[in-house]
């Protein structure tokens, strides 16, 4: 089911693989009273029981006057919102630019009329399994709202409301995700202070949510945005042999290590037997790919994967497919353990043989082998662009990176781990 005051949604990148969209987990149904001057009622009842309306007055936002509207736009073939730039979003937001689409819609930047101030606007497909998604992720919004008192840097709701059949939620902007900081800053890593302080914000966020019972299923580096865009530019020494007049000798370092932590369309509560796939691909934890269950330590799995791309530019386990990936993960990081894999569901049945991983014996081509055999120890990946606190990262992301779930670091325990020492931060 992939579907904040805080927002500015990237890009879905092609280069990526997403999974597929979930719908219909079970929420429980909190009654949501007033948010932002606006009467939501219960928004998860609208969810579980379909019964979105597709009239805008069901929803609309309490004394939003209506006047002064665009002309009336088929949506696209896909359900798509269909703007143009100046159009009004009601009467109190002016479209000013779109910054991003994804499976779930688009987002656009808009003026404020009200709060005169620049905010991102997530319009959603008009289509009722993406409407249905959309309000279950305003229910975890408001939950998250509700209990947020400051720095656990989650994104907050400001505001939703259905205009012509779309549920549209309103977000400050941010800055860019860090998945687009690397991009363009040609895939080059993250200073280690800067390492350390994302981490330790993502982490946080992360206890916080799972101290609600929340899990967000759906970490990546696409799904934590800066929360200002500027950045300078520095001699990136290590990675260039070119002239300091040529552009490339320069790489982008963020002017503030702040962050926050979008996206919570795939957020679910805490229950048993959850075993359904989780987690965009590179981001998957053994115990989803086997089929074992999931729960908690699956974020986890995900931070220690983001904290490795931060220092090294790069996703750590690229592949498309699951026995490479199951194979990466045991040349990057040893063995699994037999317990796991003898507990493997039925599904996943056809990655072990007697006892292990059917790797190489079961690989889909040479090419597959090859892209195993190249991947270095974690150690030794992490070495190779960490020059201080290499032995404290090295060992913090051995904790998260546990096969095991029940053996693996929770978000609290990683916070007290001297990686993130007070003496260490320079930023």
């Not at 991009?183 to 330790?200: A, C, L, M, T, W």
């Not at 929360?227 to 520095?234: E, N, P």
């Not at 037997?273 to 999931?294: C, F, K, M």
């Not at 929770?410 to 781990?417: D, I, P, S, V």
Request: hydrophobic share 35%; net charge positive; aromatic share 10%.
């Amino acid at each position: 089911m992939e579907m904040e005051h805080v927002t500015v949604f990237p890009i879905t990148h092609l280069d990526r693989p997403r999974k597929r969209p979930r719908f219909g987990w079970d929420v429980p149904q909190a009654q949501v009273g007033n948010f932002c001057g606006q009467e939501v009622g219960n928004v998860a009842s609208y969810a579980s029981s379909g019964a979105i309306s597709d009239h805008t007055s069901s929803l609309f936002v309490k004394g939003v006057a209506q006047n002064g509207s665009p002309p009336w736009r088929e949506d696209d073939k896909d359900g798509h919102y269909m703007f143009a730039l100046g159009d009004n979003l009601t009467s109190r937001y002016k479209i000013h630019n779109k910054m991003g689409e994804g499976t779930f819609g688009q987002v656009l930047e808009c003026w404020d009329r009200e709060r005169k101030e620049m905010v991102a606007i997530k319009i959603v497909r008009g289509i009722k399994k993406y409407k249905e998604a959309a309000m279950i992720e305003i229910e975890v919004l408001q939950q998250l709202g509700k209990h947020d008192k400051g720095g656990n840097h989650c994104v907050q709701i400001r505001n939703w409301f259905d205009y012509r059949n779309h549920i549209c939620i309103v977000f400050e902007k941010l800055g860019p995700s860090l998945y687009d900081f690397l991009r363009k800053n040609n895939y080059r890593s993250f200073p280690i202070d800067h390492v350390r302080e994302i981490g330790r914000q993502l982490l946080e966020c992360v206890a916080f949510m799972h101290d609600l019972h929340m899990i967000h299923t759906d970490l990546k580096p696409e799904n934590i945005l800066l929360v200002s865009s500027d950045y300078v530019k520095v001699p990136d020494y290590k990675n260039s042999t070119r002239s300091p007049k040529d552009s490339s000798y320069y790489k982008r370092v963020p002017k503030s290590s702040a962050i926050k932590v979008i996206d919570f369309g795939s957020t679910t509560y805490e229950r048993q037997d959850q075993n359904y796939i989780v987690s965009t691909r590179h981001y998957r934890a053994p115990e989803v790919i086997l089929g074992l269950g999931w729960s908690y330590p699956c974020d986890v799995w995900s931070v220690g994967c983001i904290l490795v791309e931060l220092c090294t530019g790069e996703a750590l386990f690229q592949t498309h497919e699951n026995l490479e990936h199951l194979a990466m993960m045991e040349r990057v990081l040893g063995p699994m353990p037999q317990n796991m894999l003898k507990r493997v569901d039925r599904h996943a049945e056809k990655y072990v043989r007697r006892g292990r991983l059917d790797w190489p014996e079961g690989a889909a081509s040479r090419e597959s082998i090859k892209a195993v055999l190249k991947l270095p120890r974690l150690q030794n990946l992490v070495m190779q662009h960490v020059d201080h606190s290499a032995g404290d990262l090295i060992h913090l992301l051995q904790g998260l990176l546990r096969y095991d779930p029940m053996d693996r670091l929770t978000a609290r325990e990683a916070l007290r781990h001297p990686f993130f020492a007070k003496d260490h931060r320079r930023i």
